[in-house]
């Protein structure tokens, strides 16, 4: 008999209501909810992952027993065992390392996929007296954005574009790629005849319906967002009431903007200065506005600095917490949060001192954490979670170096760092290096090909949701688990929670996790809104939290001044530049005019791909057949100026490296400047090194760089939207 379950996907940032069909625990399909509150566009009628559910659960190449390595590190040898032998031993081998090297010489690195039930993987850490050196796509992606907004205006709107928006600006984003919901809600806006700004040098869909586009030099968008709030306060567009009553260092902005006519930001980001100006004044006039900020600013040295001016802007023209502009809606009043659900056990300062990357980037670390959820404490009823991460380039380097202190044992949990993450080359050095290296995946991915033991987990079909964004998202959505994670002998996958829980258990910490499972702990967290997670799927399933508007009325903004603070006193006492500022990022024609007589283009990379998730997705054949290669665009000029024709391979260099990608002609990118695909790898290429299943050959994380040194001093973020390269015609593509 078929039944119809209800579920939430997280394949990508859509978290699509789906209905999920299952006859006798078997998965038959799954497909849109129609009746779901929050809908996406396109709709995931249309979606292709979703169409391979089952193509994807049932997979021969699925991880679906826990693995230990039979031969040595990467020799593709691997043998099934069970849970218990699997769990014990890893316990075991993490007890070693504590044993031999201290309890600082345990790491993590987690991916994008993975974030909701976090905070009870690092409570295991902090009972372990691990000072959280975790490390994950989160130094580029969330983290940067989130703690920079919750510095300066005490909350993280996450994206909050409504039908009722007047003006989005798309901030090196693509929504209409990488945020189905979002670009449901500018859709609507856009119909109702909101504007659009697009700042991004690719002229991306978006940018090509834009009522206005800056197409700027890569790496330059501090410039142009300071130019934008010279224009606006030259030309007196902000709104005074707003910036005299609530902003913070209004007298202090004005003398630094001064510094960034558009004249001047123009010839830095080569975007004409009327542009800018356009840009501002569109921006002034059409309130309220939101922005939407992506990766290509958060995945660039300088992103801290461009999100510092991005809430500038919205504060200068009181788009703050007003319904269609930036709504900082924060946590639901009542449900608990998943930090709320960590049993308190104190970070020890001392601890936490040691944690790599603190010393130096000290923003993110526990330094600015402390600071910055202290004022929000005093204003939100409850908190998002915010991690406290380590600097992931230091850490690799701490595997490898021993400095500041060894660190020996890797857990990685939804994450394929070794095509993921920049300096491919050192990345993989270290993780061959670690004495034990655990990988919670679905697949043997080339980073798993790297472990000492892969542990098959349970994908959203075969587990409770519950989703909240860590308390930042403005929806609840909940769904259950549609087909059994477990059954015997053909496939055993368990939920994170649950590989978490038995560790602790073997650390003799299982009074720290109460509940036996994932819905208990989902119970839990409901029970103050009266629910159990069952109730909740069958009742309510999807919930907005939203609609409360300029809260800071009655409890101020929750930063130290409890103001917008346009200049950051976080920042000041951290002893970084409170206003921002633009500097040259590390590898330019202008910061390495000689390097680019070899180098002479401009790489950017990692624009989404609609039906890929990152790494994911490349075995699934119904999927790869629509993008079977991977891409790199180059504009026609260029091409024919260096013999490479519409679909020829080429070489893409940098001093670190070269791999090799399709060319695909594109005239929405200026001359010099050329965008390659991010995630590749061939699953169908055999695992053992040294092909690693083709990590080598077009995963174009080999040509980027992570040196601390090219990091954002805030932040740590490595730039993964700048280098300078060179293109060249592949004579054949031949492969090993
Ligand atoms: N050059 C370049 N590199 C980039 C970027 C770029 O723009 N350019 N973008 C960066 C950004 S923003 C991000 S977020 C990172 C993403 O980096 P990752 O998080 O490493 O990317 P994914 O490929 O999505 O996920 C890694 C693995 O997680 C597994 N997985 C998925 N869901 C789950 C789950 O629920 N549990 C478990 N245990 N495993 C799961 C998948 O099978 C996959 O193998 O990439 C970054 N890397
Ligand atoms: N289908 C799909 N959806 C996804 C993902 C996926 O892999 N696949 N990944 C998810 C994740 S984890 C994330 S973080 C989001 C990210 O999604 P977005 O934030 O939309 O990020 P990207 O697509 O990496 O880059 C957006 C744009 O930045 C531009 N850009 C490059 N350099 C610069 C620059 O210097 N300045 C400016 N202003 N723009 C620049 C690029 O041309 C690109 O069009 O997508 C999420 N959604
Ligand atoms: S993969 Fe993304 S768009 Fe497709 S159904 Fe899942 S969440 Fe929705
Ligand atoms: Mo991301």
Same mark, same amino acid.
């Given at each position: 008999?078929?039944?119809? =379950?209800?579920? @939430?996907?997280?394949?990508?940032?859509?978290?699509?209501?789906?209905?999920?069909?299952?006859?006798?625990?078997?998965?038959?399909?799954?497909?849109?909810?129609?009746?779901?509150?929050?809908?996406?566009?396109?709709?995931?009628?249309?979606? #292709?992952? #979703?169409?391979?559910?089952?193509?994807?659960?049932?997979?021969?190449?699925?991880?679906?027993?826990?693995?230990?390595?039979?031969?040595?590190?990467?020799?593709?040898?691997?043998?099934?065992?069970?849970?218990?032998?699997?769990?014990?031993?890893?316990?075991?081998?993490?007890?070693?390392?504590?044993?031999?090297?201290?309890?600082?010489?345990?790491?993590?690195?987690?991916?994008?996929?993975?974030?909701?039930?976090?905070?009870?993987?690092?409570? #295991?850490?902090?009972?372990?007296?691990?000072?959280?050196?975790?490390?994950?796509?989160?130094?580029?992606?969330?983290?940067?954005?989130?703690?920079?907004?919750?510095?300066?205006?005490?909350?993280? +709107?996450?994206?909050? @574009?409504?039908?009722?928006?007047?003006?989005?600006?798309?901030?090196?984003?693509?929504?209409?790629?990488?945020?189905?919901?979002?670009?449901?809600?500018?859709?609507?806006?856009?119909?109702?005849?909101?504007?659009?700004?697009?700042?991004?040098? !690719?002229?991306?869909?978006?940018?090509?319906?834009?009522?206005?586009?800056?197409?700027?030099?890569?790496?330059?968008?501090?410039?142009?967002?300071?130019?934008? @709030?010279?224009?606006?306060?030259?030309?007196?567009?902000?709104?005074?009431?707003?910036?005299?009553?609530?902003?913070?260092?209004?007298?202090?902005?004005?003398?630094?903007?001064?510094?960034?006519?558009?004249?001047?930001?123009?010839?830095?980001?080569?975007?004409?200065?009327?542009?800018?100006?356009?840009?501002?004044?569109?921006?002034?006039?059409?309130?309220?506005?939101?922005?939407?900020?992506?990766?290509?600013?958060?995945?660039?040295?300088?992103?801290?600095?461009?999100?510092?001016?991005?809430?500038?802007?919205?504060?200068?023209?009181?788009?703050?917490?007003?319904?269609?502009?930036?709504?900082?809606?924060?946590?639901?009043?009542?449900? #608990?949060?998943? *930090?709320?659900?960590?049993?308190?056990?104190?970070?020890?300062?001392?601890?936490?001192? *040691?944690?790599?990357?603190?010393?130096?980037?000290?923003?993110?670390?526990?330094?600015?954490?402390?600071?910055?959820?202290?004022?929000?404490?005093?204003?939100?009823?409850?908190?998002?979670?915010?991690?406290?991460?380590?600097?992931?380039?230091?850490?690799?380097?701490?595997?490898?170096?021993?400095?500041?202190? +060894?660190?020996?044992?890797?857990?990685?949990?939804?994450?394929?760092?070794? @095509?993921?993450?920049?300096?491919? =080359?050192?990345?993989?050095?270290?993780?061959?290096?670690?004495?034990?290296?655990?990988?919670?995946?679905?697949?043997?991915?080339?980073?798993?090909?790297?472990?000492?033991?892969?542990?098959?987990?349970?994908?959203?079909?075969?587990?409770?949701?519950?989703?909240?964004?860590?308390?930042?998202?403005?929806?609840?959505?909940?769904?259950?688990?549609?087909?059994?994670?477990?059954?015997?002998?053909?496939?055993?996958?368990?939920?994170?929670?649950?590989?978490?829980?038995?560790?602790?258990?073997?650390?003799?910490?299982?009074?720290?996790?109460?509940?036996?499972?994932?819905?208990?702990?989902?119970?839990?967290?409901?029970?103050?809104?009266?629910?159990?997670? !069952?109730?909740?799927?069958?009742?309510?399933?999807?919930?907005?939290?939203?609609?409360?508007?300029?809260?800071?009325?009655?409890?101020?903004?929750?930063? +130290?001044?409890?103001?917008?603070?346009?200049?950051?006193?976080?920042?000041?006492?951290?002893?970084?530049?409170?206003?921002?500022?633009?500097?040259?990022?590390?590898?330019?024609?202008?910061?390495?005019?000689?390097?680019?007589?070899?180098?002479?283009?401009?790489?950017?990379?990692?624009?989404?791909?609609?039906?890929?998730?990152?790494?994911?997705?490349?075995?699934?054949?119904?999927?790869? *057949?629509?993008?079977?290669?991977?891409?790199?665009?180059?504009?026609?000029?260029?091409?024919?100026?260096?013999?490479?024709?519409?679909?020829?391979?080429?070489?893409?260099?940098? =001093?670190?490296?070269?791999?090799?990608?399709?060319?695909?002609?594109?005239?929405?990118?200026?001359?010099?400047?050329?965008?390659?695909?991010?995630?590749?790898?061939?699953?169908?290429?055999?695992?053992?090194? +040294?092909?690693?299943?083709?990590?080598?050959?077009?995963?174009?994380?080999?040509?980027?760089?992570?040196?601390?040194?090219?990091?954002?001093?805030?932040?740590?973020?490595?730039?993964?939207?700048?280098?300078?390269?060179?293109?060249?015609?592949?004579?054949?593509?031949? !492969?090993?």
């Amino acid at each position: 008999m078929v039944e119809v =379950k209800k579920s @939430v996907c997280n394949w990508c940032k859509g978290e699509c209501g789906v209905l999920v069909h299952v006859n006798n625990g078997r998965l038959v399909k799954a497909t849109n909810d129609p009746d779901f509150p929050e809908q996406t566009w396109p709709r995931s009628t249309a979606c #292709l992952r #979703l169409k391979a559910a089952r193509e994807f659960f049932y997979h021969l190449d699925r991880v679906n027993f826990p693995l230990k390595r039979a031969g040595e590190k990467g020799e593709g040898k691997w043998r099934a065992i069970s849970w218990e032998q699997a769990l014990d031993e890893i316990a075991e081998g993490m007890k070693k390392v504590i044993r031999q090297y201290g309890p600082e010489a345990l790491s993590f690195t987690l991916g994008t996929a993975y974030k909701q039930e976090n905070p009870l993987m690092t409570r #295991l850490f902090t009972l372990l007296n691990n000072p959280l050196n975790f490390a994950s796509a989160t130094n580029v992606c969330f983290w940067p954005r989130s703690m920079v907004a919750n510095a300066i205006v005490g909350m993280f +709107p996450h994206f909050s @574009v409504r039908p009722s928006t007047k003006c989005i600006v798309s901030l090196g984003a693509e929504p209409l790629v990488s945020r189905p919901t979002t670009a449901e809600q500018m859709r609507q806006a856009i119909k109702n005849g909101a504007k659009h700004i697009v700042i991004d040098p !690719r002229r991306t869909y978006s940018a090509s319906k834009a009522d206005v586009w800056l197409q700027l030099r890569p790496g330059t968008d501090a410039a142009v967002l300071m130019g934008m @709030v010279n224009v606006i306060i030259e030309e007196g567009l902000y709104d005074r009431e707003f910036v005299e009553r609530w902003c913070h260092g209004f007298e202090e902005l004005k003398q630094r903007a001064r510094e960034y006519p558009p004249e001047k930001a123009a010839a830095i980001s080569d975007v004409p200065a009327e542009t800018i100006q356009e840009a501002a004044r569109v921006y002034a006039a059409n309130r309220p506005g939101a922005m939407i900020e992506g990766m290509g600013i958060e995945e660039l040295t300088s992103n801290a600095e461009v999100l510092h001016a991005r809430w500038i802007l919205a504060a200068l023209v009181g788009n703050l917490d007003v319904e269609g502009g930036e709504e900082l809606t924060g946590p639901h009043p009542t449900m #608990l949060t998943m *930090k709320e659900l960590e049993p308190r056990v104190d970070f020890k300062p001392e601890v936490l001192a *040691k944690q790599i990357g603190a010393d130096r980037f000290k923003f993110l670390a526990i330094h600015g954490q402390r600071m910055i959820s202290s004022n929000m404490g005093r204003v939100w009823p409850r908190l998002p979670w915010q991690g406290i991460i380590a600097h992931g380039p230091s850490m690799w380097r701490a595997v490898l170096t021993g400095n500041p202190y +060894p660190v020996r044992a890797t857990i990685t949990i939804g994450n394929n760092p070794l @095509v993921t993450l920049p300096n491919t =080359k050192l990345v993989y050095k270290a993780l061959k290096s670690l004495d034990l290296f655990v990988v919670i995946d679905y697949w043997r991915t080339p980073s798993a090909e790297l472990a000492d033991y892969i542990l098959p987990s349970a994908c959203w079909l075969e587990r409770p949701m519950l989703w909240d964004f860590q308390g930042y998202d403005r929806w609840i959505k909940a769904g259950e688990a549609a087909v059994p994670s477990s059954v015997p002998g053909l496939y055993e996958h368990k939920n994170e929670y649950e590989i978490w829980r038995e560790l602790a258990i073997r650390f003799g910490y299982g009074d720290y996790y109460p509940w036996k499972t994932l819905e208990e702990l989902f119970d839990a967290r409901l029970k103050p809104i009266g629910y159990t997670h !069952r109730n909740y799927v069958d009742k309510v399933r999807c919930e907005w939290k939203g609609g409360h508007y300029k809260k800071y009325e009655k409890t101020g903004f929750a930063t +130290p001044t409890g103001k917008a603070e346009l200049y950051s006193t976080i920042m000041d006492k951290l002893d970084y530049d409170p206003l921002p500022h633009y500097q040259e990022s590390a590898e330019t024609k202008v910061s390495q005019p000689e390097l680019a007589k070899e180098y002479p283009y401009v790489l950017i990379t990692g624009g989404r791909i609609r039906q890929y998730y990152h790494s994911d997705f490349r075995q699934i054949d119904s999927v790869r *057949k629509v993008h079977p290669d991977p891409l790199v665009q180059i504009n026609p000029q260029t091409a024919a100026k260096l013999g490479i024709a519409d679909g020829d391979w080429v070489w893409i260099e940098t =001093k670190r490296g070269r791999v090799r990608q399709k060319a695909e002609l594109f005239d929405g990118l200026k001359p010099d400047v050329v965008h390659a695909e991010h995630g590749w790898w061939y699953p169908e290429l055999p695992g053992e090194e +040294p092909w690693l299943h083709g990590v080598w050959e077009s995963n174009i994380n080999v040509c980027l760089d992570d040196d601390p040194e090219v990091c954002n001093s805030l932040t740590g973020a490595y730039p993964l939207k700048t280098a300078l390269c060179r293109i060249y015609r592949a004579k054949s593509y031949a !492969r090993p």
